[in-house]
């Protein structure tokens, strides 16, 4: 009989699933987070109208949202996502054969986010990071490890995911 406490082996089907699912969930909670953010400032649409035009325009002086840098950074964000979704469930699969805990896995995936975004910001976005705050990429970036980390725990630790939810009374 097999040993139930190693992980099974992932079929890349398995693996573009997680990929996929943790790309969405992580791209969807920046931009809402961003989102809100900007909306709460008065400012819908700032965060990706500026960072589109550092990216694309070289400049992130832009006073007010082009929503053709918002459109063109939307795409370049989610491919992003897709990007770390798949380095994601890579490195999962790989933490799952060497530790058990959770905590272990959403740190690992907050410190992919923040290394991948910090490296592009200093190669292709300059002034981004101090104009947005560091302060809000790390509190966004961590929402996305949590929805992400939350994700793959329901989906591959069963057990600790009802054991989860019954302890905060969510079902």
């Known amino acids: 009989m097999a040993d139930t406490a190693q992980a ?5 089907g398995d693996l573009v699933y997680d990929a996929f699912y943790a790309g969405g969930i992580g791209g969807s909670i920046v931009a809402l987070f961003f989102f809100a953010r900007d909306v709460w400032n ?31 950074y939307t795409l370049v964000h989610f491919a992003a996502f897709a990007l770390l979704g798949a380095v994601v469930a890579v490195a999962v699969r790989e933490l799952e054969l060497h530790s058990k805990h959770p905590l272990v896995t959403g740190l690992v995936i907050f410190g992919l986010a923040e290394l991948g975004f910090f490296a592009a910001a200093a190669l ?12 809000w990429i ?28 019954h302890a905060m009374h969510l079902a």
Do not use: C, Q
């Open 8 to 12: 099974p082996s992932a079929s890349l």
């Open 124 to 135: 292709f976005l300059p002034g981004v990071v101090e104009l947005v705050g560091a302060g």
């Open 138 to 165: 790390g509190a966004a970036n961590l929402l996305a490890a949590i929805g992400i980390a939350l994700f793959l725990l329901s989906s591959h630790r069963p057990d600790l995911w009802y054991r989860l939810k």
């Open 42 to 72: 008065g400012e819908p649409l700032f965060t990706p109208s500026i960072v589109g035009s550092a990216l694309f325009l070289g400049s992130v002086a832009e006073p007010a949202v082009r929503l053709d840098m918002v459109a063109v």
